[in-house]
Nanobody
């Protein structure tokens, strides 16, 4: 069973950047689709961006298009989320999640089978 661990969160000023990592153990992530989600205080968990197994298909939330970039290194069993031009409203706990059916990007959080524990991102104004 795949276990996911996020890292790279922290405190950053508005306009800054961070790179989150989602490292998998207990199995290979190379055939899984992966999503980055976030949960802001008082809000539901939402999909920020997803990527299919090959990296050939991605889907971004409108709020992050042009600022966030997802990538994956299947040799390292890791998926990354590079975030630029961060805004205070990006403050949230960020989670990565994976689904064994890696052919397409899964849009609903209910489709994802494995979750990390989350990493806090705080953007100060």
């Amino acid at each position: 069973q795949v276990q996911l661990v996020e890292s790279g969160g922290g405190l950053v000023q508005a306009g800054g950047s961070l790179r989150l990592s989602c490292a998998a153990s207990g199995g290979t992530l190379s055939t899984y689709a992966v999503g980055w989600f976030r949960q802001r205080p008082g809000k539901e968990r939402e999909l920020v961006v997803g990527i299919n197994w090959s990296g050939g298909s991605t889907a971004y939330a409108d709020s992050v298009k042009g600022r966030f970039t997802i990538s994956r290194d299947n040799d390292k069993n890791t998926v990354y989320l590079h975030m630029e031009s961060l805004k205070p409203e990006d403050t949230a706990v960020y989670y990565c999640a994976a689904i064994r059916n890696g052919r397409r990007v899964a849009a609903s959080r209910f489709e994802y089978e494995y979750w990390g524990q989350g990493t806090q991102v705080t953007v100060s104004s």
